[in-house]
């Protein structure tokens, strides 16, 4: 035993070293991108179509929608708000939204036919025949946008080569402190990772809170009707347009989304849906993405090496005192990663204050959820529990 600890002890020391490096870097990339910068130049002004599924209704629903109508923009505009149930209490919010902005090409848009086992594609299927504009932006029913942002989006489109343009959210009401720990991984590392993976390669995969896409584009993956049996319709549109040639652009707007409150037992089912969707769609860069944990590696190299006995004391403390350093670096990058994706011109600075162990405590209990993402293929989903096939259709258990 006392052979294999030291062995131990310098592969569990060298991936602690190499996990902070991935944080740095991470860290660095995300410093760099031009996050709330808004482009001067808005002459591009084409007619768009905004999708808005919608399925319930809660105290933010009515801020969020109300965002879209009151856009600056001096293109045509036409918004379907999507609703499968006539008797959802949102069919009220919207139609008392539609008298207080009768200028607006907008109406509220019955659906009651699903066509597949995700609702959401379902309900942009339904209303792709009513589509009027080359360019279809969609948004989920929980995200505010400030009154430019349409303006902003359109503005990498004018490169033809340009196929979808998508943007950056943050949890916006993170109120107790189950949803704090889940603030951190969208709000500090979500968007960093994704920018580390977009050094990589050329991104291949579309953020589903706000995204616009050429209608053209559209049409050649098959329309939205070719997403209705899969869980990431947003992944499964990116990917597929980016393998017909075209580019995906990140703006550099960040949208506000609200979540319902929710106790650690919800927050976990969601971490745990959004984990094993990402390790369905992309199987190997997530396997991959639990060596760049920044804490736990960090931890149990300073735990092999009080087991170590050709450590001495010394060196023991000083290990440790480098490796809490990392495991405090770590907090303090995603901290400032956080407040950064909250900074928006215009606003104070939020009012969130991001509390620096909960950045250690997200990356342990990431680990838990990294094991539970490859234990089973099924995920709770609005309600209805679904098995999640290998290329990532679903199959709903109790609807």
């Known amino acids: 035993m006392s052979e294999v600890q030291p062995i131990l002890f310098v592969v569990l020391s060298g991936l602690g070293v190499l996990s902070f490096l991935s944080v740095v870097w991470q860290f660095l990339v995300a410093c760099r991108f031009p996050l709330h910068q808004r482009n001067s130049v808005v002459g591009f002004t084409p007619g768009l179509t905004l999708l ?26 036409q918004i379907l708000f999507l609703v499968q149930d006539p008797a959802d209490p949102v069919c009220d919010c919207v139609r008392t939204l539609l008298l207080e902005f009768p200028l607006a090409n907008a109406r509220l848009h019955l659906f009651q036919g699903i066509s597949g086992a ?17 360019l ?32 950056f959210y943050r949890l916006a009401n993170p109120i107790n402190n189950a949803m704090k720990w889940e603030a951190i991984a969208i709000n500090a590392d979500f968007w960093s990772q994704v920018l580390q993976s977009r050094m990589l390669a050329p991104l291949d995969f579309a953020l589903g809170a706000a995204l616009l896409v050429r209608r053209t584009a559209l049409d050649e993956i098959g329309g939205f009707r070719s997403l209705t049996e899969y869980l990431a319709d947003d992944f499964q549109l990116g990917h597929r347009i980016a393998n017909q040639g075209h580019r995906i652009e990140i703006a550099s707007l960040v ?10 037992g919800a927050v976990w089912l969601h971490q745990l849906r959004w ?11 997530y396997a991959a993405s639990i060596f760049a944990n920044g804490t736990f590696w960090p931890l149990l190299a300073s735990l092999a090496a009080g087991l170590t006995t050709s ?14 350093g990392f495991i405090g670096l770590r907090a303090v990058m ?16 939020d009012s969130y ?40 259709r679903l199959t709903p258990l109790n609807h």
Request: glycine share 8%.
């Open 311 to 324: 450590v001495s004391q010394t060196q023991f403390i000083q290990l440790t005192s480098v490796m809490v």
């Open 136 to 167: 279809v932006l969609v948004s989920d029913a929980d995200v505010r946008v400030s009154p430019d942002f349409l303006a902003q989006m359109v503005f990498p489109m004018g490169d033809c080569q340009v196929g979808l343009v998508n943007c």
């Open 52 to 77: 808005k599924p919608l399925r319930g209704c809660d105290a933010h629903t009515r801020a969020c929608l109300q965002s879209w109508l009151q856009q600056v923009y001096f293109g045509p505009i």
């Open 255 to 264: 949208v506000d989304c609200f979540e319902l409150p929710s106790g650690w």
């Open 118 to 134: 995700n609702g959401k594609a379902s309900q942009l299927a339904g209303a792709e025949a009513y589509i009027e504009h080359g």
């Open 353 to 392: 204050r991001f509390i620096l162990w909960m950045a250690p405590l997200k990356d342990l209990l990431g680990v838990l959820i990294w094991i539970a993402a490859f234990l089973g293929n099924h995920v709770v989903w609005r309600g209805i529990v679904y098995r999640v096939k290998g290329d990532g």
């Open 334 to 349: 995603a901290r400032s990663l956080a407040q950064r994706l909250a900074a928006q011109p215009g606003r104070a600075i």
């Open 275 to 285: 984990n094993r969707t990402i390790r369905v769609c992309r199987p190997f860069p």
